[in-house]
């Protein structure tokens, strides 16, 4: 009963049911409202008692539906809240009780009306488990209502209340629905915290690639689900909600979950997570099969992990970029900067930003100027030509073991003081090792080594000298036994040539 044990009923009130249902119909169209619900009632608490769960069910469905009609939305409240209380009241018939009030909230004649049904209902389903799932939903309704009012801080606050991630009853799709929704409001009330926070309870393996199934699989796959439900046919009410579908395609919750994630990137600045986002977007079938699409994701990858600090994991991403076949068909001029990245070449700012700048500034990425609807975007633009500039200090790192600071200036198209903060930046970070000499007006790129490291190195060279040698020698005798044995060999064949005539 209340504690959830179902019971078997102690006596079957169809008949009354079927009998006292249209009387009470009846009375409540010729406005005698109260003495049906009186009527109802006195026979309710029969079927309670009884633990006579399909008449009670029936009797509070009519009950509520009763007070719809009339129009009396007070006195629906009213009856909602008094049959949730009622002692030994039947889970399933709450629950069902839950489920019909809902489905009069789009009738509701006012939007007070409407609010005060979704609170009485927010009262009666707080702390049931068996209703968890209904309490969500109408949190939702609530939610949706305050965002349309302008009130994104209490749509907000409101569903960030219900942590989905635990419900049981819940299907794996509506609880990504919920968190998606969770994290777009966090982003528009400007809480990036929470919203990361929310992002990170959503599993990404719900959106991998499946492999695509033969008709076969999908025919045993669906006669299996149908033998599971059939089995579950008479558990109780919700427990059969996470049954997921034979093929239930994700496409557009995984495009959404990524939407958000990359939002999120772009806010902190994150532009190595920007790129893996982008990577699993284009690893959806919907956007391969769209050209449009499949060159916009193509060119953020791109864009995106040239504008990663450089380290061990971005030069390797890089690198895997540059060897996916659809960049140079789809995106011709961003595989040309791809590759001048990828090579250990110089590259001079002003060619590239002739070359590739208006190309960069035409998307919503980049913006040579300030840009009111996207802040950020002229700082992309300036981060990119911190790249390309680290690229020819890690260049020329690799050349030079010495170069004096004006060559090093007119190679790198820069003044003294940006050279100096960009090769400090590059040390900082332990990228390259560097030295500058301002007295001398020279960068040293070569690492000052101690005794030790010299003579461990002079040892080790002598070593392999002596081992050169040694392997010499030992070809030389080789050649000189060779040398021996094919004369003998020779000498011999003529005497017996000689002998034989």
């Keep these: 009963m209340s504690?959830?044990?179902?019971?078997?009923?102690?006596?079957?009130?169809?008949?009354?049911?079927?009998?006292?249902?249209?009387?009470?119909?009846?009375?409540?169209?010729?406005?005698?409202?109260?003495?049906?619900?009186?009527?109802?009632?006195?026979?309710?608490?029969?079927?309670?008692?009884?633990?006579?769960?399909?008449?009670?069910?029936?009797?509070?469905?009519?009950?509520?539906?009763?007070?719809?009609?009339?129009?009396?939305?007070?006195?629906?409240?009213?009856?909602?809240?008094?049959?949730?209380?009622?002692?030994?009241?039947?889970?399933?018939?709450?629950?069902?009780?839950?489920?019909?009030?809902?489905?009069?909230?789009?009738?509701?004649?006012?939007?007070?009306?409407?609010?005060?049904?979704?609170?009485?209902?927010?009262?009666?389903?707080?702390?049931?488990?068996?209703?968890?799932?209904?309490?969500?939903?109408?949190?939702?309704?609530?939610?949706?209502?305050?965002?349309?009012?302008?009130?994104?801080?209490?749509?907000?606050?409101?569903?960030?209340?219900?942590?989905?991630?635990?419900?049981?009853?819940?299907?794996?799709?509506?609880?990504?629905?919920?968190?998606?929704?969770?994290?777009?409001?966090?982003?528009?009330?400007?809480?990036?915290?929470?919203?990361?926070?929310?992002?990170?309870?959503?599993?990404?393996?719900?959106?991998?690639?499946?492999?695509?199934?033969?008709?076969?699989?999908?025919?045993?796959?669906?006669?299996?689900?149908?033998?599971?439900?059939?089995?579950?046919?008479?558990?109780?009410?919700?427990?059969?909600?996470?049954?997921?579908?034979?093929?239930?395609?994700?496409?557009?919750?995984?495009?959404?979950?990524?939407?958000?994630?990359?939002?999120?990137?772009?806010?902190?600045?994150?532009?190595?997570?920007?790129?893996?986002?982008?990577?699993?977007?284009?690893?959806t079938e919907a956007v391969e099969e769209n050209p449009e699409q499949l060159k916009a994701a193509l060119q953020r990858v791109i864009y995106f992990a040239l504008l990663a600090p450089y380290d061990n994991e971005q030069s390797d991403l890089l690198h895997r970029i540059a060897q996916d076949s659809r960049i140079p068909t789809s995106c011709p001029t961003e595989s040309q900067l791809l590759k001048l990245f990828t090579v250990p070449e110089l590259m001079r700012w002003p060619s590239i930003s002739a070359n590739f700048g208006p190309t960069l500034t035409a998307t919503d990425i980049f913006s040579a100027q300030e840009d009111k609807r996207d802040p950020k975007a002229h700082q992309r633009f300036l981060d990119f030509r911190k790249r390309v500039i680290e690229h020819n200090v890690r260049v020329i790192a690799k050349y030079y073991t010495r170069i004096t600071f004006p060559r090093l200036t007119a190679l790198l198209d820069l003044p003294a003081q940006e050279t100096e903060k960009y090769i400090s930046d590059l040390v900082t970070s332990k990228t390259i090792y560097a030295r500058i000499d301002r007295p001398a007006q020279v960068v040293t790129f070569e690492k000052k080594r101690g005794a030790d490291e010299v003579l461990n190195e002079w040892s080790a060279n002598m070593k392999s000298l002596l081992g050169l040698l040694e392997r010499i020698d030992h070809l030389i005798t080789k050649e000189e036994m060779m040398a021996r044995i094919q004369p003998k060999e020779k000498g011999a064949g003529k005497a017996q040539t000689a002998k034989a005539h």
Excluded at 44 to 66: F, G, M, N, W, Y
Excluded at 169 to 180: G, N, P, Q, V, W
């Design 3 to 283: 504690d959830g044990t179902i019971l078997k009923a102690d006596k079957d009130y169809t008949k009354e049911v079927d009998a006292l249902l249209p009387t009470a119909e009846e009375l409540a169209s010729n406005g005698q409202t109260q003495e049906a619900l009186d009527k109802l009632l006195a026979l309710e608490k029969q079927t309670r008692q009884a633990s006579d769960l399909p008449s009670t069910s029936r009797l509070i469905v009519t009950v509520v539906t009763i007070c719809k009609n009339s129009g009396d939305w007070s006195l629906l409240n009213e009856q909602v809240l008094l049959l949730s209380k009622k002692h030994g009241q039947l889970k399933q018939a709450i629950t069902k009780m839950v489920q019909v009030v809902m489905g009069f909230l789009d009738e509701a004649p006012s939007e007070g009306a409407k609010m005060s049904a979704i609170e009485t209902l927010r009262t009666v389903t707080e702390g049931k488990i068996f209703v968890e799932v209904e309490r969500a939903r109408v949190t939702r309704i609530l939610s949706n209502i305050k965002r349309e009012q302008g009130d994104i801080t209490a749509a907000a606050d409101i569903l960030c209340e219900l942590q989905v991630e635990t419900f049981g009853s819940m299907s794996r799709r509506e609880k990504t629905e919920f968190i998606l929704e969770q994290v777009a409001l966090c982003i528009e009330k400007g809480d990036w915290t929470q919203a990361s926070i929310l992002g990170r309870k959503i599993s990404t393996r719900y959106f991998a690639r499946k492999p695509k199934k033969t008709p076969e699989e999908v025919e045993k796959r669906k006669k299996e689900l149908e033998e599971k439900a059939r089995k579950q046919a008479g558990t109780e009410v919700g427990e059969n909600a996470d049954l997921e579908p034979a093929e239930d395609d994700v496409t557009d919750l995984k495009l959404r979950f990524y939407e958000q994630q990359i939002t999120l990137a772009k806010h902190d600045d994150k532009y190595l997570e920007a790129c893996k986002n982008y990577r699993q977007v284009l690893d």
